[in-house]
């Protein structure tokens, strides 16, 4: 069963505007990770966030994790045409943290 | 360094055919897995090792088998291909409570 999901499934915005994607998930966790994948390629990692951490920024990247509501969000600000791709979160467990249990992801289309 | 290189990228096999997807990486990681990812699903763990001699199964194992005789290999084993799984597979390696590195995919079609 999954443990992160996805919110929402797809995503269409023009491009420089905000977008927002969130995750949740089910148990408790060691560390959360957004992952994107592009058409047709392999994932690529972007941030990795701690359970005792709060906030992340990385460039137009910002993640944010909240361990009491079991959820996580990952904003692209200024977006471009260029991060359309499919965006996965997921978890490390707190116990077996060599596993990574993934979402299914949001589909996000930046429009030109 | 290459990083996690599968092969092959593409195949097409018969119901009832063996075959096996090769992994391997070049970064010295403890771990890799192998994972299924199909429509709608995300991606789906099926097995993965924290060294060398060591496995372990994941959410779907059935049907495929894995072992881990040298840091840099884990290939997996499609043991009586079946239509059901046809998938994308994806192999990764990290070190632990890293983040891990993904191959490009192998696309495997069951006729």
């Known amino acids: 069963s999954q443990q992160g999901e996805e919110d929402p499934q797809a995503l269409s915005i023009q491009e420089g505007e905000n977008a927002t994607m969130n995750c949740s998930y089910k148990t408790s966790i060691n560390n959360l990770q957004w992952y994107r994948q592009n058409s047709g390629r392999g994932l690529v990692h972007l941030i990795l966030i701690r359970s005792n951490e709060r906030e992340k920024h990385s460039g137009r990247l910002r993640v944010t994790l909240d361990t009491s509501k079991k959820s996580s969000s990952l904003l692209i600000t200024a977006s471009r045409a260029a991060d359309t791709a499919s965006y996965f979160c997921a978890t490390a467990t707190l116990f077996g943290n060599e596993k990574l249990t993934f979402g299914t992801g949001t589909r996000l289309t930046i429009i030109p | 360094n290459a990083g996690v290189t599968q092969t092959p990228k593409f195949q097409v096999l018969k119901t009832g055919q063996s075959m096996t997807l090769q992994c391997a990486q070049d970064m010295n990681h403890e771990y890799m897995s192998w994972y299924r990812q199909d429509p709608g699903m995300g991606l789906r763990l099926i097995h993965y090792?924290?060294?060398?001699?060591?496995?372990d199964q994941g959410e779907v194992p059935n049907g495929y088998n894995v072992s881990r005789s040298t840091t840099e290999d884990f290939p997996l084993r499609l043991l009586s291909a079946a239509p059901s799984q046809t998938s994308v597979y994806f192999c990764?390696?990290?070190?632990?409570?890293?983040?891990?590195?993904f191959g490009q995919g192998t696309r495997l079609t069951v006729v």
């Open positions: 990764a390696s990290k070190k632990l409570t890293t983040e891990a590195f």
């Open positions: 090792s924290v060294g060398a001699g060591i496995t």
